[in-house]
RNA sequence: GGCCCUAUCGUCUAACGGUUAGGACGGAAGCUUUUCAAGCUUUAAAUCAGAGUUCGAUUCUCUGUAGGGUCACCA
């Protein structure tokens, strides 16, 4: 008993010049690919930022279309024109950018977009959404409906009260079966009207669906005369929206957050409703946080900042590492791949879905990224790290690139203390912003800026400071083995009183004053301003004579 | 509240129905030709609760509990 409107009434409701279902057959062709492969896809809406759940997606879709010579696109989901900023669709290209997330198609950072389904912006789009609402309609499977905002918001508040169920459906929908009169008298006054999906579903039904990740469900249909078309934008909702276009484009498999599982009834529907094969689904657990120590929430765009994926790009993550980290939260064996394959690169790395669905809502965990982080600069040669910290510092540091600039060999030379050769390189950056507090007292400048040194930090030998800082003066050759160096040192501490090794003194500490580490100490913290930094010979060979005699005259 | 999903150390997780419940991060202790870092050694730390099925349950079933998601609009 669908109710048909008449030709003449859909002909008011539509431009009369859309193109044909099979005139857009035509245009955008079935995808030739090999057998397996997935197309898949983010659909994000361009608000302003992006979301670190939605560089995870991503990341996800890219490596699983990619593993099977499949296509991964960007479609700019901006149908809601009061939330969206077309303008910051670049902030989406440009984090997947800096992700290092290739995209096949859709719009590039060069600001042109490329592949053969566009436009990949739906806003874009209007025409196509609109021949297949159109038909809906012909098809008596939509109608218009001219509730208003506060019409439908009333209705569910009541729903609500009586304990029923909200929502426009079954015998709330009210302009369901109306008549073409009514609908016309409706149209003729100019009406604002939306226009919604006559919904065959019932409640008490269930429907079997497969989840990539969830497994086997148990779905209540869908019964509700969704929102899918507005025509005073000529914009459809979400829901039609992504049935078209995943339709048109090709997509295989949808990964995507599972807050969408349960609107996963509707899409079925639309997608019998038109007459297509829907695409398989896969739903993402949510990255989450916790704030008290107890209660677990998603990330939220608004409330938490670590939720912005430039964030971790201005904090000075290698990309690589939110990367790996990313990997880790999505197969948690790709920590073991990784320890298996140190050198590899991790897009050697297979996902499986097996994996992808025991992720089940993670923290987000600053102290394993860090990890993570430091174990991926540790393997990069100083010369990396120094045009990679340097190009991060001109933009969120300028005090540090400057004087990086100054002399990139002195600095190279500084990073490459105890890293290439080293059969252990340093593990003390996880972050380029680490450069500034790790080897920032290599420059005079910064140095100078530090804290002044308290005896506090002298410790054990804070009383013969002087005195070890003149024996060092006598002796210093800065042509030294590093053994030469180092017996040296145990002299000036023998003299003093200073037991040669950790072991002489535990053995006898009432014999001595201290041991030869507490010697060196005054030497770390008289040239760096630190009691930890690295090997002490290495740091007065880059420093040279000059600036270590100078450090060190300090004190007397 | 209805519906859906989930439940192992603090965190991320591993374990054909049979393991001393494993690993990683973090914590603690120790080792070292200078301090750190790293590395190595050691260590504390978990199967949400209760029933049932079973010779045997982290694993299967049920109930409860807790957490997450969703239910106007938007995506």
New binding site residues.
């Given amino acids: 008993m669908n109710q048909i409107l008449p030709e003449s009434l859909i002909a008011k409701l539509f431009p009369n010049d859309l193109p044909s279902a099979e005139e857009w057959k035509e245009k955008y062709p079935q995808r030739k690919l090999p057998e397996g492969a997935m197309v898949t896809r983010l ?3 361009p ?1 302003g930022l992006m979301h670190l759940g939605g560089v995870y997606a991503s990341l996800i879709s890219e490596r699983f279309a990619h593993q099977t010579n499949g296509v991964f696109f960007l479609r700019i ?4 024109e ?3 900023q077309p303008e910051t669709t670049e902030v989406i290209v440009k984090s997947l950018d800096f992700f290092n997330i290739p995209v096949d198609e859709g719009m590039t950072v060069s600001g042109e977009e490329k592949g053969n389904y566009g436009p990949y912006t ?1 806003s874009a789009r209007a025409k196509l959404y609109q021949t297949f609402a159109k038909q809906l309609i012909e098809q008596g499977k939509a109608y218009p409906c001219f509730c208003t ?1 506060e019409e ?2 009333t ?3 009541q ?2 009260k009586e ?1 029923i ?4 459906y079954g015998k709330w929908a009210k302009w369901r079966d109306a008549s073409p009169e009514e609908v016309e008298a409706e149209l003729s006054k100019g009406t604002p009207y ?1 226009i919604r999906l006559r919904s065959n579903g019932d409640f008490e039904h ?1 429907i079997k669906v497969h989840d990539l990740l ?7 249909e869908n019964d ?1 005369d ?2 899918i078309f ?1 025509p005073a934008t000529g ?5 039609l ?2 049935v078209i276009d995943d339709h048109f484009m090709g997509t295989t498999h949808v990964l995507r ?7 996963v009834p509707l899409h079925l529907e639309l997608f019998e409703a038109l007459g297509w094969k829907p695409p398989e689904y896969g739903h993402l ?2 990255i ?1 946080k ?1 704030e008290d ?6 990330l ?1 765009k608004r409330k938490d900042p670590e939720a912005n994926a430039m964030l971790y790009q201005e904090e000075g993550f290698p990309s690589e590492s939110v990367v790996e980290y990313l990997l ?2 999505a197969n ?2 790709f ?2 791949w990784r ?1 298996a394959n140190p050198e590899k690169d991790n897009r050697e790395f297979s996902l499986t879905f097996e ?1 992808l669905a ?8 600053f ?2 990224l ?3 982080s ?2 991926i600069v ?1 393997k990069m040669s100083a010369a990396e790290i120094y045009d990679r910290g340097l190009s991060w510092a001109k933009q969120y540091h300028p005090k540090l690139a400057e004087e990086m600039e100054k002399d990139p060999d002195y600095t190279k030379n500084a990073l490459n203390i ?1 890293r290439e050769g ?1 059969p ?5 950056i996880g972050t380029w912003s680490d450069l500034y507090a790790e080897t920032g007292y290599f420059f005079d400048p910064i140095f100078q800026n530090q804290e002044p040194v308290s005896d506090e930090l002298f410790g054990a030998a804070k009383d013969d400071a002087g005195a070890i800082v003149n024996a060092f003066f006598e002796t210093f050759n800065e042509n030294d083995t ?2 030469e160096w ?2 040296k ?1 145990k002299e000036i501490g023998r003299k003093l009183g200073y037991a040669d ?3 002489a003194y ?1 053995l006898e500490p009432e014999k001595y004053k201290g ?7 005054i ?2 913290v008289l040239l760096t301003g ?9 740091i007065m060979k880059v420093m040279g004579k000059e600036r270590v005699m100078e450090r060190l005259k300090r004190v007397l």
């Fill in positions: 659909g994000p809406s608000t989901e901006d149908t809601d009061a939330r969206s739906q905002p439908t918001n209705l569910g508040e729903q609500m304990g169920r909200p929502g426009y939306v269930k969830k497994g086997d469900l148990e779905l209540s509700i969704k929102k507005v914009l459809p909702r979400y829901h929206a992504h957050g599972d807050e969408w599982l349960s609107s657990a949510p989450q916790t120590g107890s209660k677990k929430r998603k939220s880790n939260l948690s064996d920590e073991d320890k994996r025991r992720s089940n809502g993670p923290l987000l965990d102290v394993k860090n990890d993570v430091k174990e540790s105890e080293a252990r390189p340093r593990k003390d590093k053994d180092f017996e040192i090794g950790a072991k535990k041991q030869v580490g507490d010697v060196a100490k030497f770390r630190k009691t930890n930094t690295p090997d002490l010979y290495s």
